[in-house]
């Protein structure tokens, strides 16, 4: 039995695949999938899917180099759709947009989900464009020493609201530490990514480390 026997592919032989940024949460596109299209996906670890318009299998970033790098396909409780959770290396969309669904809503009203990626992209914009009256056009003009002071003096902060047991406190001061090292990070160059890869990286070598001390 193949690891697709207990998928529903729909007469036509195709499932629905929901392709999410592994990253950051946001649904990027929805495709379709069909055995053969899966099985390319699950070897080469890149998304392929079927193009119900061409009738034919079209590896996503193909010819605009915005690939998708699988980093897990997970069915969903009835087997008849998947979800497919990526790292991307350019926009989702034919349109040069980051999602598909990006469009006005046609009820509601959607509001961007705030994320550490999403700060670190504006503070990018800052950095680039340097606004009048903006802190944080402030701390790029006075350069790495002057924000390396404010990461220590709010870490400072983070310590004394600590030990006095404030959680509202340490939150407030928590969450300005996490902002002027964020802006380190952007003057730096380093970004979010690389800090998760990193974190990821220690994760393994500490679950390593556990199996190790079992045997």
């Given at each position: 039995?193949?690891?697709?026997d207990?998928?529903?592919?729909?007469?036509?032989?195709l499932?629905?695949?929901?392709?999410?940024?592994?990253e950051?949460?946001r649904?990027?596109?929805?495709a379709?999938?069909?055995?053969?299209s899966?099985?390319?996906?699950?070897?080469n670890?890149?998304?392929?899917?079927?193009?119900r318009?061409?009738?034919?299998l079209?590896l996503?970033?193909?010819?605009?180099?915005?690939?998708?790098?699988?980093?897990?396909?997970?069915p969903?409780?009835?087997?008849d759709?998947?979800?497919?959770k990526v790292?991307?290396?350019?926009p989702?969309?034919?349109?040069g947009?980051?999602?598909c669904?990006?469009?006005?809503p046609?009820y509601?009203?959607?509001?961007?989900?705030f994320?550490?990626?999403s700060?670190?992209?504006?503070?990018q914009?800052?950095?680039?464009?340097?606004?009048?009256?903006?802190?944080t056009?402030?701390?790029?003009?006075k350069?790495?020493?002057?924000?390396?002071?404010k990461?220590?003096?709010?870490?400072?902060e983070v310590?004394?609201?600590?030990?006095?047991g404030?959680?509202a406190?340490?939150?407030?001061?928590i969450?300005?530490?996490a902002?002027?090292?964020?802006v380190?990070?952007?003057?730096?160059g380093i970004?979010?990514?690389?800090i998760?890869?990193?974190l990821a990286?220690?994760?393994?070598?500490?679950?390593?480390?556990?199996?190790?001390?079992?045997?």
């Open positions: 039995m193949s690891s697709f207990n998928l529903k592919f729909d007469q036509n032989g499932i629905p695949a929901i392709v999410q940024d592994a950051t949460g649904v990027l596109t929805l379709y999938m069909n055995r053969e899966l099985q390319r996906s699950v070897e670890g890149l998304t392929c899917f079927w193009s318009s061409r009738q034919e079209w996503k970033g193909e010819t605009s180099g915005n690939y998708q790098h699988i980093v897990s396909i997970e969903d409780c009835d087997g759709a998947l979800l497919v790292q991307k290396d350019g989702a969309c034919h349109t947009s980051d999602s669904f990006d469009r006005a046609l509601g009203k959607t509001e961007e989900a994320s550490v990626d700060l670190y992209a504006l503070l914009d800052r950095k680039q464009q340097m606004p009048e009256d903006s802190y056009t402030y701390l790029f003009q350069g790495i020493d002057k924000i390396l002071k990461v220590g003096e709010e870490s400072t310590i004394i609201a600590g030990k006095g404030d959680k406190e340490s939150i407030y001061e969450a300005d530490l902002y002027h090292v964020l380190m990070m952007t003057e730096m970004t979010p990514a690389e998760r890869t990193e990286s220690r994760h393994v070598i500490d679950h390593k480390v556990k199996q190790e001390k079992m045997v």
